[in-house]
């Protein structure tokens, strides 16, 4: 496809221009002529900065990632928090376009989230927090960000209910639990990670913990 003489728009403003499109018309309706409409240019003038469409929608999937303001990094921080907090913003971040949430699955793009780790590490290291829990904390705290905002977004995305309508004789337990949930999709998530962080075996009884563990692997794991 032949492209204009000179550029007439950024590589961050068209991103941008694909984030509203998505947000209005749905990933599945998504494509470069309507992007190209809303910066009131032509289609071809994408390709000076986009090899295709899978490029430019690669870009968009950064825009979903906030920079969050980190604690310092000192000794004696509330770390468990600090993890709350950020998870917390970046939720909010995807959840604010739930249609464009699919694309983490495809373009999660984690090479940009390596400073991040680095300093959430070093954080580690400074509250003695045993080496071989590192990458688990990270893991663990980054897949059930993800993973719980995937799912209500795409709950919100299609006008969902966090369940499907169910017969509450039929599935009593699950009428019951349900009934006694006090807290929304956003307060679940955050209770749930502060669960997993409180849960790790740090601190008193930590080695007693990390022994258990150990003797509780199978032959040849």
């Not at 499109?21 to 032509?42: M, N, P, S």
């Not at 995807?94 to 959430?120: D, K, S, V």
């Not at 807290?183 to 849960?199: K, M, N």
Request: charged share 25%; aromatic share 10%.
């Amino acid at each position: 496809m032949a492209r204009p003489e000179k550029p007439i728009i950024s590589r961050d403003r068209a991103a941008r221009a694909a984030l509203s499109v998505i947000d209005t018309h749905g990933l599945e309706a998504f494509g470069l002529q309507l992007v190209a409409e809303r910066l009131g240019v032509k289609t071809p003038s994408l390709y000076y900065h986009f090899q295709d469409k899978a490029e430019l929608l690669a870009e968009v999937t950064k825009l979903l990632f906030i920079e969050g303001k980190l604690p310092p990094l000192q000794a004696g921080q509330d770390w468990r928090e600090a993890i709350v907090q950020i998870s917390l913003a970046s939720w909010r971040s995807i959840l604010r376009h739930p249609h464009c949430a699919p694309l983490l699955l495809q373009f999660f793009p984690r090479h940009l989230l390596l400073g991040a780790y680095e300093y959430w590490i070093k954080l580690f290291e400074l509250n003695d927090v045993p080496p071989e829990l590192h990458l688990m904390i990270l893991e663990g705290s980054e897949k059930l960000t993800y993973g719980s905002a995937l799912f209500a977004a795409a709950g919100r995305a299609r006008a969902q209910p966090p369940f499907p309508e169910y017969d509450p004789k039929q599935h009593p337990s699950l009428a019951a639990a349900i009934s006694a949930t006090r807290w929304d999709d956003e307060r679940t998530f955050a209770e749930a990670l502060r669960a997993f962080l409180r849960g790790l075996p740090i601190g008193e009884h930590a080695e007693n913990q990390l022994e258990i563990s150990a003797l509780s692997k199978t032959p040849g794991d």
